[in-house]
C-alpha cells in the first residue's frame, strides 16, 4: 500500500516536472535587475507628469510580474532585497515629482486613464477577433444560402442573426477605439498644437503601442467588407449611414491631430492619407449602397421611381411620380389608384420611410429639411388625390353653411333695432 | 595498582576531549542563485559576492582537451546546501561536482549529462537538489542533480 503511495507521488512529481516552464533563476535575477535599472534611469531623466506616469505605471507593472519570484528575489538581491529595490524605486520617483512639482493626484489621472487604454486596448482585440470569425460565418452563411434554390428560413434566421451581431461589434468597435484615441488625448491634458517634440513623440509611441492607427484602419476595411455582404436591410443601411457619420466625424477630429502628431514619419504620414482614403471609399460606397437601397424599398412599396443617386434626383423623382399619380387618378378606376396609394403608405411609408430612411437622409445631410418637407407634402397630395370625399362631409359642409346664412340674416335684422335705441 | 588505573583512565578521557572535532551544525552553504564567470586570461574565475577565486584551466583542459581559449569559455557555477560546487559550460558533456580542500577545489564527481554536449545549460538551487534545465527549451524535465549523481530526469 506504502508502496503505491510512494509511486503514485513519484508519478505526480514527474508529470508536474514535465508540465512546468523551466526558467532559469539567474535569468528572472537578471531581468529584474535590468528592469530596476532602466526604471531607476528613466525616473531621474523624468521631465514632465506624463513621464513619471510612465515610470510610475512601469513600476506597477514590475511589482505586479516580480511578485511571484519575491522569495528567490529576495533572496538572490545583494544588499537590497525585493521589496528594498521596489521602495528605493519608489522613493527616487517621488523625489524627482518633488523636483518638478508634480502633484500626486496628476500622476493618479494618467496612470488611471492608462488602465482604462489598456482595457480598451484588451477589448477591442478581443472584438477584432470576434468580428473575423463573424465576417467568416456571414460568408459561409451567404453562399450556402445563395445555393440554397428554395429559401430556407432556418438559415435565413441564422444569416441574419450573425449579421446583426457583426453590426453591433462593428459599432462597438469603433466607438472603444475612439474611446481609447480620448483616454490618449486625456493624459497630456493639453491641445497637439501646443505640444513640444518630445512629447509629440510620446504620444506617437503611445499610439503605436495601441495599435491605433491599424485598428481604425482594420475597423475601415470590416466595415467595407460588412457593406459588401449580401442579405442587408434597408435599416441596415440607415444604421450603416449612421456609422459611417460617427465614424467620420470622430475622424476629421483625430486626423489633423494624428498628421501633426506625426509630422517627421514619411510612412506615418503616408497611413493617415491612407485611412482618409479608405474613409472616402466607405463614403462613396456608403452612398451607392444607400440609394440602391432606398430604390428597392420604394420598389417593394410599389413605386417605381426614375433612376437617382443623390437627394436632390430623389426628391425630384418623387415629386414627378406622384405628379404622374395624380393625374392618372382620371383615367386609372379610384379602387386601383387607393390600392397602389395604400401599399405604398402600409409597406414603405409608414413602417420604413418615415421612421427611418428620411431623419437618416437628413441626419447624414442626403436630403436637406427642405427636401424632407417637399416628399411629405408630395404624399399628402397623393393622399388627397386617391382619397374621395366622404357624403357624410358633404351633408357637414351643407350643414355648416345653413347654419353661417342663419346666422347672418338674425344678425342683419337685430341691427336696424340697436341703431334706433 | 587501583590509583594507577584510576589515574590512567583520566588522563585517557583528557587526551580524547581534547582531540575531538568541534562541529557547528546546521550550516548552509547554498548560493541562492548560479553564477556566470568568463576565465581571465590566466584561466581565473573570480566570484565577487562570495569572495569565491579559483583556475580553471585544469577544468577545461579535462573536458575540452584545450586550455588555451580559455577566454571563450563561460562557467556555471553553483554551490548547493552542503557546500559543493557545481560547474558546467555549454558544450560540456559533464556536470563536474567539486568540494573544497586546502586552497583547492578537489573533484567529487564528474557526472555525464549530455552526449552531444549541453545547449544551454543553466542551474536553479532547489535545496536539497540542483536542477540542470536548458535555457532554451523551457518545457524540457530538469536533470535532478546532487554530489553523487543525477537523482531524477533523463540525460540528454
Known sequence: MRTAKNIAILLLIAAVSVMARQKSDRAVVDNFEKRVKELSRAADSAKTVLDCADVNASLEELEKVSLPHKSLLDRALYPDDYSKSIAHLRDRLVIRQNDLGIIETQITRIVELENQVRELSGKISSLTQENDRLLGAVKTLTTSYALSKETEKTMFDSLNIVISKLRQNLKERDNLIFALVDSLFKQYDKNVASMNDVEKQGLSGKFERRNVVTNIKKSLADNLQFLESMNLTPNDYAEITRQYQRFASQWKGLGPKLASIYLSGKQKKNEVALIDSLLSTWSAKVDHSTWKALTSLMNKGGVQLKPFSNGTEFTSNFSEFVDAEIKNSQKDPEDIQAKRFNTFNDMVWKTDLIPTWLPVLVESGKITTGQKAEIEKQFGLWHSAVTPVSPIVYGLVVILLAIVVWSLSRYFKKKPIVSKT | ?156
Not at chain 2, 546546521?26 to 562570495?50: S, T
Request: proline fraction near 4%.
Open chain 2, 1 to 156: 595498582m587501583r590509583l594507577a588505573v584510576i589515574l590512567t583512565v583520566c588522563v585517557l578521557v583528557m587526551i580524547f576531549s581534547g582531540c575531538s572535532t568541534l562541529v557547528l551544525r546546521p550550516a548552509d552553504f547554498a548560493w541562492p542563485i548560479e553564477v556566470v564567470l568568463k576565465p581571465d586570461g590566466k584561466g581565473y574565475v573570480q566570484e565577487a559576492r562570495y569572495q569565491v577565486i579559483f583556475n580553471v584551466k585544469a577544468l577545461l583542459y579535462e573536458e575540452l582537451k584545450d586550455s588555451s581559449t580559455v577566454t571563450k569559455q563561460t562557467l556555471h557555477i553553483l554551490r548547493d546546501q552542503a557546500g559543493y560546487y557545481y560547474i558546467t559550460a555549454k558544450d560540456f558533456k559533464n556536470v563536474y561536482v567539486f568540494c573544497q580542500s586546502d586552497g583547492a577545489l578537489k573533484l567529487e564527481k564528474k557526472i555525464l549529462v549530455s552526449e552531444k554536449g549541453l545547449e544551454a545549460p543553466a542551474f536553479n538551487q532547489k535545496a536539497p537538489y540542483i536542477h540542470l534545465i536548458n535555457e532554451n527549451n523551457e518545457h524540457a524535465a530538469p536533470v535532478m542533480l546532487t554530489k553523487d549523481g543525477i537523482l531524477e530526469g533523463e540525460k540528454k
